[in-house]
């Protein structure tokens, strides 16, 4: 700014079946495999399934369910153990002439988890497929085809590779060799699959050669990772490091703290995932100490821990294993462990208990229940906690049992805490056998027999199973085999398979040890199966036809994974880092054959363009043959065309339908026939011809609202806005149709990215949705803080005998930059000041230039004084920064200084004055309160103030003369602004010359 005037020149669950888990989807049935799109399902789409779900099984009972997807361990968080959805494998073809083992995948290291499986995964470049994911003892992960032999994954992922130099953790940095985990220790629980973001979330452990991974014992990393199901590419800025503390003065405590130690907890139970968090269990290696229990939460959308909780801050021990079972996760969203040997008092240690946390902020203990007799157990080693709970369908009541082999089961709304007797809680069922491990599995079976839980116990049991009444179990067994477990501790690690409640269906599969103590060490294995209905009749094993159908050895409390007609069985490499099968049965046909599948199973095209599909083969007992496509079904003025035909099997291939302008508006199933020789099957999709897609979709972010605007699609009537939060799954966002092509979404949280999608839509039906636009609002920032950077001031007075010019005006300001001056004032203020005319005016520019620059003034006549004051401030409104200006002067000579008072309009300002006289060498000082006196020069007078305010208000400068005398004084406001400021200054080169020519250099 320039502030000039010629005398002067100035400037400035209830315990109910939880249908999250399990996600049970409607279709048709063929060539033994069925194909749905497997994309994003939102909870509303799901929960209407089930509802039509439901209505069908009480019209049409028994129903023939869907096939699933498998997500966590056990198959859902009731940790059931049961699919229910198995319409292939029953009783009669179960046995060992018509099933058996189909093939193997080699995999790397021992596989402790369950293998997860989920459907129609496409992935990128390789088309869709159903996936078995599959995780290792040596830090690798595994998609796989199910439904192909092929021995090469579809993706892998070996974790070890993110972290220079590290490696699995060797068990004999832990341990004694050949102990309960032979080899390493990786990935070693079952993890858990969100479908409405296609997110695993898995736990792994390595040994680095940096310590980076805590206070204590920092070089043994345990790490929190969400991989993208498509591509196991890390998501959500994952992999987080998992570390915490807890107040407590128990064993390693030090100061009142103790702290999780990544080295020595052993991350045995399987994850669970509950109201947007995930949930995550330790316990011990073989009770090496000084070992805790401990559960932490973790926010599943950005990996910030939640919560965590010592299970004997005080004490020691009252690990949390469970032989590698989940925890039981209710419809109200509340989670239940079991918990080992260890300290307890019933306030803060919690050692033969189970225990049940909310899942709201910082997981907070709701409710616990200890057995009477905690403290014989804890002296014995007989772990209540060895196996984990799981919740009985229709009820309230939770079940769990460990090594005395005594059910406990008791209400989740109050699991009852400690009595003498245990007389407080609903039943302690007496299984009479060895300790329960590997756990119980349940068939709900409405019809026929009832709900029946099935166990297998250590200790040369045999198999059982206790039928449910609706309030308690029936403590006379309904069924058992004939058959015993090994002595020792190699009870049945079991899973349930069955077509709903129908009779016949229902077979019990369970993996052991084939004859030895399977605690310590690797052991031969078997795979068994018995007819649900009746436990003396074993249907098959994988030793009737040893040289086709070995197991190998005893996956150690992997739960067979059982779904679409095949049985998933891990095994264990002999040295525990070596390669080994993952083993895969079915039923065995005579005739080779194929299957077809197509993604996604529904398309939207506006009329005139084109949309594809990806059609798959997958091969059956080792087909090979080339498959023939054709497609039907198209709508008038539509034509397809497949990019490959009469390709090898298994393949891929992409099909194109083109459109034109009279395809008419509506949905059309289309049918894709694969032929190959006599065999034929095929698979519909939906094809939709919609109003054109909506484009030009854009998001501008504002303080807890995102502003959205897109383009008018032709023959729409209305629009819908679908919405992500932070990567999640779109869910319609408007409630009535948008007739506008604007929307404002309020309400929202700052930092949070909000995704949207547009349709358009009218009587026909609605367009695909459009690209994606994001936005994440912001808290506004503070505006930036006004300052003077820099100063000068400058005055002349005419020498001895020189001539006097009255001046007019100023014409013109410049600078060498090329900034653009304004003209504060459309005419300069005239002062008649002791008959002395003085004129005064203000010029200022936005300095965008750095460097040295020159100011040059150019007048329109001459002066007797000249007086100038320039500045350059930071902070200011860069399109319309002037607000407020005024004057005032004086005709006698007087020593106070005053100008005129001006009212500010906004609420941040920089307020800029001067006052000049012709006063030889006099000064200012003691500036009005709040202003601040930057410059002064003499011979004749020009004083610079200025102040920064934050409130809209009148303001008023003022100083003090040395010498009284008449002057002129001037204010300007300017507004800030809410961009950065412009560079800092380095110095002024303050000068004073000759009138006319150019005013001191100024650096900025």
């Given at each position: 700014m320039i502030a000039q005037s010629n005398t002067i020149i100035p400037d400035g669950g209830s315990a109910m079946y939880d249908p999250r888990d399990l996600v049970v989807r409607l279709a048709r049935l063929q060539s033994s495999r069925r194909h749905t799109e497997r994309n994003v399902r939102p909870a509303k789409s799901l929960y209407v399934r089930l509802f039509f779900l439901l209505l069908l099984f009480c019209a049409l009972a028994p129903l023939s369910f869907a096939q699933i997807d498998i997500v966590t361990q056990r198959y859902?968080?009731?940790?059931?153990?049961?699919?229910?959805?198995?319409?292939?494998l029953?009783?009669?073809?179960?046995?060992?002439?018509?099933?058996?083992?189909?093939?193997?995948?080699?995999?790397?290291?021992?596989?402790?988890?369950?293998?997860?499986?989920?459907?129609?995964?496409?992935?990128?470049?390789?088309?869709?497929?159903?996936v078995l994911y599959v995780v290792t003892m040596n830090d690798v992960v595994y998609a796989f085809d199910a439904d192909s032999s092929s021995t090469?994954?579809?993706?892998?992922?070996?974790?070890?590779?993110?972290?220079a130099g590290s490696t699995p953790v060797p068990i004999t940095d832990l341990v004694s060799p050949n102990?309960?985990?032979?080899?390493?220790?990786?990935?070693?629980?079952?993890?858990?699959?969100?479908?409405?973001?296609?997110?695993?979330?898995?736990?792994?452990?390595?040994?680095?050669?940096?310590?980076?991974?805590?206070?204590?014992n920092?070089?043994?990393?345990?790490?929190?990772?969400?991989?993208?199901?498509?591509?196991?590419?890390?998501?959500?800025?994952?992999?987080?490091?998992?570390?915490?503390?807890?107040?407590?003065?128990?064993?390693?405590?030090?100061?009142?703290?103790?702290?999780?130690?990544?080295?020595?907890?052993?991350?045995?139970?399987?994850?669970?995932?509950?109201?947007?968090?995930?949930?995550?269990?330790?316990?011990?290696?073989?009770?090496?100490?000084?070992y805790h229990g401990w559960v932490m939460s973790y926010n599943a959308a950005n990996l910030q821990q939640t919560g965590i909780w010592c299970s004997s801050p005080d004490g020691f021990k009252a690990g949390i294993w469970m032989s590698g079972r989940g925890p039981a996760v209710d419809a109200s969203g509340n989670v239940y462990y079991m918990v080992g040997n260890g300290d307890w008092n019933g306030t803060r240690n919690f050692g033969e208990s189970m225990v049940k946390f909310g899942s709201t902020a910082g997981m907070p203990l709701l409710d616990w229940f200890t057995p009477d007799s905690w403290s014989s157990l804890n002296a014995g080693d007989v772990d209540y906690g060895s196996s984990g709970p799981i919740l009985i369908p229709g009820t309230d009541l939770i079940a769990g049992a460990?090594?005395?082999?005594?059910?406990?089961?008791?209400?989740?709304?109050?699991?009852?805490?400690?009595?003498?007797?245990?007389?407080?809680?609903?039943?302690?069922?007496?299984?009479?056998?060895?300790?329960?491990?590997?756990?119980?599995?349940?068939?709900?079976?409405?019809?026929?027999?009832?709900?029946?839980?099935?166990?297998?116990?250590?200790?040369?049991?045999?198999?059982?199973?206790?039928?449910?009444?609706?309030?308690?179990?029936?403590?006379?067994?309904?069924?058992?085999?004939?058959?015993?477990?090994?002595?020792?501790e190699s009870g049945g690690v079991l899973t349930l398979s069955a077509n709903g409640s129908t009779g016949g269906s229902g077979i019990i599969w369970s993996s052991m040890a084939l004859a030895d103590n399977g605690d310590h060490g690797v052991h031969q294995g078997v795979l068994r199966a018995f007819n649900a209905d009746d436990l003396t009749k074993e249907l098959w094993n994988s030793r009737l036809n040893a040289a086709r159908d070995d197991s190998g050895n005893w996956a150690k409390y992997s739960p067979p994974t059982v779904v679409n007609g095949r049985v998933y069985l891990a095994s264990f490499p002999a040295d525990g880092v070596s390669s080994a099968p993952l083993n895969v049965y079915g039923l065995l046909l005579t005739t080779p054959d194929f299957t077809i599948s197509a993604t996604p199973a529904s398309q939207g095209v506006n009329p005139g363009s084109s949309t594809s599909y990806t059609v798959s083969t997958s091969s059956i007992s080792n087909f090979s043959g080339a498959v023939t496509l054709s497609v039907s079904g198209l709508p008038s003025g539509a034509s397809a065309s497949f990019a490959a035909n009469n390709f090898a099997t298994p393949g891929n291939t992409i099909l194109t339908v083109d459109?034109?302008?009279?395809?008419?508006?509506?949905?059309?199933?289309?049918?894709?026939?694969?032929?190959?020789?006599?065999?034929?099957?095929?698979?519909?999709?939906?094809?939709?011809?919609?109003?054109?897609?909506?484009?030009?979709?854009?998001?501008?972010?504002?303080?807890?609202?995102?502003?959205?605007?897109?383009?008018?699609?032709?023959?729409?009537?209305?629009?819908?806005?679908?919405?992500?939060?932070?990567?999640?799954?779109?869910?319609?966002?408007?409630?009535?149709?948008?007739?506008?092509?604007?929307?404002?979404?309020?309400?929202?949280?700052?930092?949070?990215?909000?995704?949207?999608?547009?349709?358009?839509?009218?009587?026909?039906?609605?367009?695909?949705?459009?690209?994606?636009?994001?936005?994440?609002?912001?808290?506004?920032?503070?505006p930036p803080s006004m300052a003077l950077i820099q100063k000068a001031t400058f005055s002349l007075q005419p020498t001895s005998g020189g001539t006097v010019f009255w001046p007019l005006d100023i014409s013109s300001v410049t600078d060498g930059s090329g900034d653009a001056f304004t003209r504060g004032l459309t005419t300069s203020i005239y002062h008649?000041?002791?008959?002395?005319?003085?004129?005064?005016?203000?010029?200022?520019?936005?300095?965008?230039?750095?460097?040295?620059?020159?100011?040059?003034?150019?007048?329109?006549?001459?002066?007797?004084?000249?007086?100038?004051?320039?500045?350059?401030?930071?902070?200011?409104?860069?399109?319309?920064?002037?607000?407020?200006?005024?004057?005032?002067?004086?005709?006698?000579?007087?020593?106070?200084?005053?100008?005129?008072?001006v009212t500010t309009t906004t609420a941040n300002e920089y307020l800029f004055s001067w006052a000049a006289s012709e006063a030889s060498n006099a000064t200012c000082a003691n500036p009005a309160s709040g202003w601040v006196i930057e410059s002064q020069t003499n011979p004749a007078t020009v004083c610079l103030l200025d102040r920064v305010v934050s409130a809209a208000g009148s303001y008023q400068a003022s100083v003090t003369a040395s010498t009284a005398q008449n002057y002129a004084m001037e204010i300007v406001t300017f507004k800030g602004r809410s961009s950065a400021p412009p560079p800092s200054v380095t110095s002024v080169n303050s000068n004073s010359g000759a009138q006319g020519q150019s005013l001191p250099s100024v650096i900025i």
């Open positions: 859902d968080q009731s940790r059931l153990g049961a699919n229910l959805s198995e319409t292939q029953n009783t009669s073809n179960v046995n060992v002439s018509t099933f058996g083992k189909l093939w193997s995948y080699q995999v790397s290291g021992s596989v402790q988890a369950q293998s997860l499986y989920v459907q129609n995964v496409t992935i990128p470049g390789k088309g869709a497929h159903n090469t994954p579809l993706l892998s992922l070996d974790l070890t590779t993110q972290v102990l309960n985990i032979v080899g390493n220790v990786g990935i070693e629980s079952t993890p858990y699959i969100d479908l409405s973001s296609n997110t695993m979330y898995l736990v792994a452990r390595t040994k680095e050669s940096a310590s980076t991974c805590g206070t204590v920092g070089n043994y990393c345990q790490r929190l990772h969400a991989l993208d199901i498509t591509t196991l590419a890390e998501k959500l800025g994952g992999p987080v490091v998992i570390q915490g503390s807890v107040p407590g003065t128990g064993n390693a405590s030090v100061g009142g703290t103790l702290t999780f130690d990544p080295k020595i907890h052993n991350q045995r139970s399987s994850l669970a995932f509950v109201n947007g968090q995930v949930s995550i269990a330790w316990a011990s290696h073989e009770d090496t100490g000084p460990g090594k005395t082999s005594i059910f406990y089961v008791m209400h989740t709304g109050n699991l009852g805490h400690e009595s003498s007797g245990n007389g407080q809680i609903v039943q302690s069922l007496a299984n009479n056998g060895g300790g329960v491990y590997g756990g119980p599995v349940y068939w709900n079976r409405s019809a026929g027999a009832g709900p029946w839980m099935y166990v297998w116990s250590n200790g040369c049991d045999f198999l059982k199973a206790y039928h449910f009444n609706g309030a308690t179990f029936d403590t006379g067994m309904v069924s058992e085999s004939t058959i015993t477990s090994p002595c020792g459109t034109s302008s009279s395809t008419p508006l509506g949905t059309s199933t289309l049918t894709v026939t694969g032929t190959s020789g006599s065999l034929t099957h095929s698979v519909t999709v939906s094809l939709v011809v919609t109003s054109t897609t909506p484009t030009g979709l854009t998001a501008m972010a504002g303080n807890s609202q995102v502003s959205l605007t897109w383009n008018i699609s032709a023959g729409a009537t209305s629009y819908n806005l679908y919405r992500s939060v932070n990567g999640g799954a779109y869910s319609q966002l408007n409630s009535s149709p948008i007739t506008t092509t604007s929307y404002t979404d309020t309400g929202l949280t700052n930092g949070t990215q909000y995704c949207y999608e547009a349709t358009a839509v009218n009587s026909s039906g609605e367009s695909a949705k459009s690209t994606s636009a994001c936005a994440t609002p912001q808290q506004p920032p503070p008649n000041v002791n008959f002395s005319a003085t004129y005064s005016n203000f010029f200022y520019a936005k300095s965008l230039a750095g460097g040295t620059t020159s100011l040059t003034l150019t007048f329109s006549g001459g002066s007797t004084y000249l007086l100038v004051a320039v500045a350059e401030v930071s902070g200011l409104d860069s399109s319309a920064p002037l607000d407020q200006s005024s004057y005032h002067d004086s005709l006698t000579a007087t020593a106070a200084w005053s100008s005129a008072a």
